[in-house]
């Protein structure tokens, strides 16, 4: 007796058969099988299958937290060595100078590969030492991500600088096992570009030899800069990058259009490196502000810089 394949009913999306080859039972002619429910037919008892043999193992048994991150290192020595990043599928959004970099996100989670460009905010990364980030300015993004009981252990995913495919080949991306026997999840930091095949690219040639030790690149800048938030314009939070060769005192604020100082993100001394903060358009009292264009400054000894940025509502 033959069992064909089962089939999955999706919503309003057509039958959805079983990947794995057909099933078979076969029933002995010598069997003990009884009719339990006098129909005329025999009960044959059957071991319980997955759908496609994926199995228990396969899935997360209990809510946890991943942690994704990504060392940019390669990317930035790249870029300071007068290379180009690219858009690998479009060959075009290129990336020519560090000053450019303004985000870092992680794509295809749960097989949901958005548009690239398309900035979903569950999916920016941050190097601003919060939300789950080690360091601050260290050069290793981070993001959260909860995946919930049922969902597959075993997760594909790229990341992107701006937002943009810009790590690797068409197709090469990255596969993790979750790891689901706590409620966090900490999986060694990704080397960006390290599974690059695409000649285009300038990856795995530059790599992350100098893993931050106490927030410090091993390639470290070699001027002071503050480049332009990303995204802009925004709506609700944007991230504010800055450059410094030394160790200092330093000052991020936001004014409004008015001169008015509404936010200080950051008043402490930092080490030298590249730096990333998030603001959520939120003043320092936690008051949200109204939409408008606003001044952000950087003052780092006698360096001082600003530049606008529009929020929308």
């Not at 314009?233 to 000052?251: A, H, L, W």
Request: with cysteine.
């Amino acid at each position: 007796m033959f069992v064909d394949k089962v089939v999955h009913k999706g919503d309003g999306s057509g039958d959805m058969w079983e990947s794995s080859s057909d099933r078979m039972l076969n029933i002995p002619s010598d069997h003990s099988y009884l009719d339990f429910d006098s129909d005329g037919y025999y009960e044959v008892p059957t071991d319980t299958v997955f759908y496609a043999n994926v199995g228990w193992d396969d899935v997360i048994q209990q809510d946890v937290t991943v942690y994704f991150q990504v060392n940019i290192e390669s990317a930035v020595l790249a870029l300071r060595a007068g290379e180009v990043l690219l858009d690998s599928q479009t060959a075009a959004d290129t990336i020519s100078s560090v000053d450019d970099i303004a985000a870092v996100y992680v794509n295809g989670l749960l097989g949901s590969w958005w548009d690239w460009g398309s900035n979903p905010a569950a999916y920016l990364m941050t190097d601003g030492g919060l939300n789950g980030d080690a360091v601050a300015g260290d050069g290793i993004y981070t993001v959260g991500y909860t995946f919930t009981i049922g969902q597959a252990k075993s997760q594909t995913y790229k990341y992107g600088i701006n937002s943009l495919d810009n790590e690797a080949g068409f197709a090469k991306n990255r596969t993790m096992m979750i790891d689901d026997a706590a409620a966090t999840y900490y999986p060694e930091a990704d080397c960006f570009g390290s599974q690059n095949t695409d000649e285009r690219l300038p990856f795995p040639e530059y790599g992350c030899p100098g893993v931050a030790i106490d927030g410090e690149l091993s390639a470290l800048p070699t001027r002071f800069a503050l480049h332009q938030n990303f995204p802009n314009p925004f709506n609700p939070t944007t991230q504010i990058s800055f450059e410094m060769p030394m160790m200092g005192n330093v000052k991020l604020d936001i004014y409004n259009i008015l001169g008015q100082k509404v936010r200080t993100l950051v008043s402490r001394e930092l080490n030298a490196g590249f730096h990333v903060y998030e603001w959520n358009a939120l003043n320092d009292a936690g008051q949200g502000l109204s939409a408008g264009v606003y001044i952000y400054q950087l003052t780092a000894g006698d360096f001082v810089q600003q530049k606008k940025m529009l929020l929308l509502k």
